[in-house]
Nanobody
Framework: QVQYVESGGGLAQPGGSLRLSCVAS????????MRWFRQSIGSERELVAA????????HYVDSVKGRFTISRDNALNTLYLQMNNLKPEDTARYYC???????????WGPGTQVTVSS
């Protein structure tokens, strides 16, 4: 079955960096566009970044442009999110998910918590 396992979160100071990873299984990762989402307490889950199947096209929400970079390694079935110049408003639980196909309807993974605080 489709599974997503996110990791790499933690506590960072404002201006710091973290690199998130998401290992996906149960579908053909290399032919599937992927997305990172985040959800903070009391808020709706929001799209943060997206990447096409080959990694040649990316999209970011305005609030993270220039600070976050989405990438992927199709040989490892792994999606990444490099987060630089972190801000307190980036504090949230981060999730990955496929864009389109049955994999996009699967359950969410556990996510990984990012907390930005001094």
């Amino acid at each position: 079955q489709v599974q997503y396992v996110e990791s790499g979160g933690g506590l960072a100071q404002p201006g710091g960096s973290l690199r998130l990873s998401c290992v996906a299984s149960g579908f053909t990762f290399s032919t599937t566009a992927m997305r990172w989402f985040r959800q903070s307490i009391g808020s709706e889950r929001e799209l943060v970044a997206a990447i096409n199947k080959s990694g040649t096209s990316t999209h970011y929400v305005d609030s993270v442009k220039g600070r976050f970079t989405i990438s992927r390694d199709n040989a490892l079935n792994t999606l990444y999110l490099q987060m630089n110049n972190l801000k307190p408003e980036d504090t949230a639980r981060y999730y990955c998910k496929a864009l389109g196909g049955l994999a996009s309807t699967a359950d969410w993974g556990p996510g990984t918590q990012v907390t930005v605080s001094s």
